[in-house]
């Protein structure tokens, strides 16, 4: 246990992590690895109201995930263009955030949702007179 910024801070094994509060997060935000993607959504289901995770794409394909999937299909927010992890150069991956919530109403349908270029959102923006240079990215 550390404290950081005045707050108590454990650094564990996430997976073993049991949340003593009482009461959900709002909100829980990850980048898991990807062998470990599902066993850390379902983790944090249990701890979280709402979860958004950056996935490979592919994540939605699989056979293995296929059923749990079909009773938790997340919203899917594709990213475009890939984002660059490593210097400035991407991967032939494609990415989304996908968002669970752990209370979904009956018939709820999940989307899937083809984010706007960062070229698309500056030229939007100077469309409304807005000085993108003077814009924080």
């Known amino acids: 246990r550390k404290s950081l910024m005045g ?3 454990h650094i564990e094994d996430f997976l073993s992590f049991k949340n003593s509060s009482g009461s959900n997060f709002t909100l829980a935000i990850g980048n898991p690895p990807f062998n470990l993607a ?3 959504i379902k983790h944090t289901l249990t701890m ?3 979860v958004f995770m950056l996935l490979r794409l592919n994540f939605l394909g699989s056979l293995k995930r296929n059923t749990w999937l079909r009773e938790n299909t997340p919203n899917v927010y594709v990213l475009s263009p890939r984002p660059s992890f490593v ?3 991407t991967d032939a991956t494609e990415y989304a955030w996908m968002h669970w919530r752990r209370e979904c109403r009956v018939g709820e349908r999940s989307k899937v949702v083809v984010l706007p270029t960062r070229k698309e959102v500056e030229e939007y923006m100077v469309s409304r007179g807005v000085n993108v240079k003077e814009v924080a990215v």
């Open 7 to 9: 707050e108590e801070t």
């Open 38 to 40: 599902e066993q850390v």
């Open 48 to 50: 979280s109201n709402e």
């Open 87 to 89: 210097n400035v150069t």
